[in-house]
């Protein structure tokens, strides 16, 4: 195997954190792919730039996601990253494993890949970085091998023009604070979506992430589509002897929970802690300061938001409202109706590359609404609009008419 | 309309728009169920089928995924030719 | 070794095995059996120490969390070191966070503090967990994108080597989310972080037209320019792009490859803080520009380093307990914090792009 030296790369192995150019190496020691790449990256860092080409068509069969194609630009010189694919393993639902699961899978990296993975990919799959053309179709059934336990058994994630593999923070598995079971619907919708996955018919990408709370551990407003967070409907519950604990511990409550509550619905006195439920808007500092002795009680369910992109192509964009609550639990029918019926508007009103949150802006809330069977209400905005530029349907005025006969009839004035 | 002449015209419609248009998936259904009036998910089982034997593929290019119909290089690498 | 062991499938096997759309596995067959009996019925938990916090059930059951940083790329070797770790102290059980750490799932006390010994032996570095840095997330670099403008994981190390102290011990006012993005497309969750990087072009394209004929469609070409720079070029069956109006965004790159917009010399990483995620007390926040470019300087981005430690330490100084970087900025006002930072204040920190009339001032009421 050749050995590259790699001056720059090395200056990368030391200090305290962990360091990926030892990953590689270690994976190098044994893989003539990831001796290539280790080599690629170094004259990366001596010439200020990538190397790798752009795009390529590769996937298994019946798949149009999945696998990334990555080719070297200079397959002469890096000879065995001239086929470096990505593949994409759709992960298990929180991201929890066995060793059993783990070290399957890490057998077949080293198998067919380069022995380097990526736990885990922006959006959440596993990813083994680095296979040849030819290696896909062996990998894939490995994977999903019918002779296998369910359990050791895994598909590909998505890629392209589909919807992605979605995701979902730890949720009630380790956390008190959620409001809904995150990994159960994050798996039942990646179960329910399979051909969406895996088969692109979209015009763009399409991302769900499932968050149990307002921390929103998973970014879920920020990287995702859909953004499913968990809320309650119910008063915060108190237990004022908890209040007391956090006090001794050192916690200024009037400093850090009292003048820190946006809606100023908390008041200490020094012996009670009170909350005005009704003003309260759930954003939970509160909660997650005095974990003690707070705790959110009632109905549960999740507040829906649409839209998230990154910048490209007319500026980011994070999720907004477009249903204030809705209660998710198993088989989550309403959810995945919601989800076709988005998917149809979003396919009839959009051209190649644009997000849903685009067409969104091009074609105004009001169509999207209707066409998912929502009415409007003030939850879904932040504040209404500041200019008269306003769409009229004949029936909305025949509707303001209605109402103005009424008025005439009874004397009553209809706000 | 037999499943034979479905698939003749799904490819029809795929071969038509080669190095012209890139079509995805849904353009596809919605195009094929259009001229022949039968439903979108039967067009889209029939379209898998054709897929899943290697007569069309899924293809990826310029940040978006499309319908084609496969070179040998692709054919031979799945094992459908020599 | 795996289920099929050393032997690599032949083809016609693998035709025999493969099977299509089963779905990732259960993950309810990999809980431990403490959070698989309290599922759900958690009822507080308590961070011990940077790298070690413990959950509590109502039934009283706890089981401890101990977190290591990864540089996310990890190689099988290292997964299966963790591995053995955890089979030795957790029954087998450990998870993965959002932000590429690892959490070892331990019920038993009496191992609590063994697994921790023999990890820092091992050489993880445990942290993360509170009002600190938990590890960055990041996108591929020049280690497997095709459009990096900068290496992702480069960036990470030398920051994270230079910060370690605030994942390992130091408190913060609260938390801390650092992010870096190799390009535009931002893949890395970078505008809605307290502090990130990404990386930018400089230059304008330049058009390879017998490429882009051949291989790429004009229209969409055409389209996919945010500012419509580019325009038809009849003469050459190509486009070209209007200088003045390219902002080096690289749509048309990802739309066609015949656009090169990579320079070695003009490349670089501009710095945004103040995004947030979460909503507590204050709504998701969107990062903002405060250094618009500084040089690629592999290997250690020696400059990017210092600014980013440089406002993180202001912060540690300056911020109320509980405030992000960006609420703390907001109580303060931004030219307060051009001003108690040093960073000059250029054009390029005025918006002129989507959002750009939001972001202007409307009052006379500023600080000196």
Redesign the interface.
């Known amino acids: 195997m050749k050995k590259y030296e790699t001056p720059l790369l090395d200056e990368l192995e030391k200090g305290p954190f962990p360091s990926f150019v030892k990953e590689i190496k270690k994976a190098a020691a044994k893989n003539i792919m990831a001796n290539d790449e280790l080599g690629q990256v170094e004259y990366s860092y001596k010439t200020n730039r990538v190397y790798w080409k752009h795009g390529g068509i590769v996937g298994v069969l019946g798949y149009g996601g999945g696998i990334i194609g990555r080719y070297s630009m200079l397959p002469e010189m890096f000879p065995e990253v001239k086929f470096f694919h990505t593949v994409r393993v759709n992960q298990p639902s929180g991201w929890f494993y066995t060793t059993e699961v783990l070290r399957e899978l890490m057998d077949i990296c080293d198998k067919y890949g380069s022995g380097i993975c990526n736990f885990h990919g922006s959006t959440g799959d596993i990813i083994f970085l680095g296979t040849t053309t030819e290696n896909l179709e062996p990998i894939f059934a490995e994977l999903t091998s019918h002779e296998k336990p369910r359990h050791l058994r895994f598909d590909l994630g998505g890629s392209g023009s589909a919807l992605r593999t979605p995701s979902a923070c730890n949720g009630p598995a380790r956390c008190e604070w959620a409001n809904y079971d995150t990994l159960e619907a994050c798996h039942q919708i990646t179960h329910e979506f399979q051909d969406e996955i895996h088969r692109p018919a979209f015009n763009y990408k399409f991302k769900f992430k499932f968050a149990g709370c307002a921390c929103d551990c998973v970014a879920s407003i920020a990287r995702a589509d859909c953004s499913v967070i968990g809320t309650w409907k119910g008063p915060i519950l108190i237990d004022q002897d908890a209040v007391k604990w956090h006090e001794k511990k050192g916690m200024d409550i009037d400093r850090e929970i009292v003048r820190m509550c946006p809606t100023e619905c908390i008041s200490y006195d020094g012996k009670e802690l009170k909350i005005d439920n009704d003003e309260c808007n759930r954003c939970m500092h509160c909660i997650t300061r005095l974990h003690k002795a707070l705790k959110p009680s009632g109905e549960r369910g999740a507040t829906i938001c649409i839209g998230n992109k990154a910048p490209i192509v007319i500026g980011t964009i994070i999720s907004h409202v477009i249903i204030p609550f809705m209660k998710l639990e198993p088989p989550f029918t309403e959810f995945k109706e919601l989800a076709r019926k988005m998917w149809d508007w979003w396919d009839e009103h959009s051209k190649p590359r644009e997000r849903i949150g685009e067409v969104i802006e091009f074609q105004g809330m009001r169509s999207f609404l209707e066409a998912i069977g929502v009415e409007p209400i003030p939850q879904m905005i932040k504040e209404p609009r500041r200019d008269p530029f306003i769409f009229f349907k004949d029936e909305d005025i025949a509707r303001v008419k209605e109402v103005e006969e009424e008025e005439k009839r009874t004397g009553k004035i209809i706000f | 309309m037999e499943k034979e002449e479905l698939k003749d015209k799904i490819y029809a419609l795929v071969l038509a728009a080669k190095g012209k248009k890139k079509l995805k998936e849904r353009d596809v259904i919605n195009g094929v169920s259009e001229g022949t009036g039968v439903d979108k998910d039967t067009v889209k089982q029939t379209m898998r089928e054709m897929i899943d034997v290697g007569r069309l593929m899924y293809s990826y290019a310029g940040g978006a995924s499309s319908v084609e119909i496969p070179d040998e290089a692709y054919l031979r690498e799945k094992g459908m030719i020599k | 070794?795996?289920?099929?062991g050393?032997r690599?499938?032949?083809?016609?096997?693998?035709?025999k095995?493969?099977?299509?759309?089963?779905?990732?596995?259960?993950?309810r067959?990999?809980?431990p059996p403490v959070?698989k009996k309290n599922?759900?019925q958690?009822?507080?938990?308590d961070i011990l120490s940077a790298g070690l916090m413990v959950?509590t059930a109502e039934s009283g059951d706890k089981?401890w969390?101990i977190r290591v940083?990864?540089?996310?790329?990890?190689?099988?070797?290292?997964?299966?070191e963790?591995?053995?770790i955890?089979?030795k102290y957790c029954d087998?059980?450990?998870?993965?966070?959002?932000r590429?750490n690892?959490e070892f799932?331990v019920s038993d006390e009496k191992k609590v503090e063994p697994i921790q010994k023999e990890l820092k032996e091992r050489g993880?570095?445990m942290g993360g967990i509170g009002y600190r840095i938990s590890n960055v997330?990041h996108?591929?670099?020049?280690?497997?994108?095709?459009?990096?403008?900068t290496?992702a994981?480069?960036l990470?190390?030398?920051m994270?080597?230079e910060l370690?102290e605030y994942?390992?011990t130091k408190e913060l006012p609260n938390k801390l989310r650092l992010a870096v993005a190799c390009c535009?497309?931002?893949?890395?969750?970078v505008?809605?972080s307290d502090i990130a990087v990404v990386a930018i072009h400089t230059t304008v394209p330049i058009i390879d037209h017998d490429k882009l004929g051949k291989i790429?469609?004009i229209p969409?070409s055409i389209?996919?320019c945010?500012t419509k720079a580019i325009s038809p070029y009849p003469e050459k069956k190509s486009v070209k792009i209007k200088d003045e109006k390219c902002m080096y965004?690289?749509?048309c790159?990802?739309?066609?490859?015949a656009f090169d917009p990579?320079d070695?010399?003009r490349?670089g990483c501009a710095i945004v803080i103040g995004?947030k995620?979460?909503?507590?007390?204050?709504n998701?926040k969107?990062a903002r520009l405060v250094v618009p470019f500084i040089s690629?300087r592999?290997?250690?981005w020696p400059k990017v380093v210092a600014i980013i430690k440089h406002i993180i330490e202001l912060y540690a100084k300056h911020a109320r307990?509980?405030e992000r970087v960006g609420e703390w900025v907001d109580r303060i006002g931004w030219e307060r914090f051009f001003k108690l930072s040093g960073i000059t204040f250029t054009y390029q920190c005025i918006d002129d792009?989507?959002?750009m009339r939001d972001t202007f001032r409307n009052a006379s009421t500023f600080k000196w």
């Open positions: 070794m795996g289920f099929y050393d690599k499938l032949t083809a016609e096997e693998a035709k095995l493969r099977e299509t759309d089963i779905g990732p596995p259960y993950f067959d990999f809980l959070i599922y759900g958690w009822k507080e938990h959950h089981i969390t940083a990864t540089p996310r790329l990890i190689a099988t070797d290292t997964v299966r963790a591995c053995d955890a089979d087998g059980h450990l998870r993965w966070t959002s590429n690892i799932l993880f570095l997330v996108t591929q670099g020049w280690v497997h994108c095709h459009g990096a403008a290496d994981s480069g990470v190390k030398s994270m080597d370690a994942f390992t535009p497309n931002m893949c890395g969750a505008h809605c790429c469609e969409t389209a996919s945010p965004c690289g749509n790159f990802t739309v066609c490859p990579f070695t010399e490349d995004g995620v979460n909503c507590l007390r204050t998701t969107f690629n592999p290997p250690r307990k509980h792009f989507t959002f």
